[in-house]
């Protein structure tokens, strides 16, 4: 069964930085993704790795934030490291994996960047 688990948002300040983790197990995948939604808007696509290690990112979060992944003990963990935030990075963090047949997300993380 199919398992991720993210952990890492919470609240900082305008400038600061979190880092996002999403550890996924029971699959074999082939990209991962990081995702948001901030209220009233709809989900956008924050950042994605593919297993060869190619990474796309949005416009708002390029140079800012960086997607990566690490792999220990059959689990494969994806990371965003979210710098120079700013309060309309202000969102629910969703971590998504990609198989052969499906898409797979957690259960989404707050972050709110707010001084």
């Known amino acids: 069964q199919v398992q991720l688990v993210e952990s890492g948002g919470g609240l900082v300040q305008p400038g600061g930085s979190l880092r996002l983790s999403c550890a996924a197990s029971?699959?074999?995948?082939?990209?991962w993704g990081w995702f948001r939604q901030a209220p009233g808007k709809q989900r956008e696509l924050a950042a994605t790795?593919?297993?060869?290690?190619?990474?796309?990112?949005a416009d708002s979060v390029k140079g800012r934030f960086t997607i990566s992944r690490g792999y220990a003990k059959g689990t494969v963990t994806a990371y965003l490291q979210m710098n120079s935030l700013k309060p309309e990075d202000t969102a629910v963090y969703y971590c998504?994996?990609?198989?052969?047949?499906?898409?797979?997300w957690g259960q989404g993380t707050q972050v709110t960047v707010s001084s």
């Open positions: 790795i593919s297993t060869g290690g190619s990474t796309n990112y």
């Open positions: 998504n994996a990609v198989s052969i047949t499906r898409d797979y």
């Open positions: 029971g699959g074999i995948f082939r990209a």
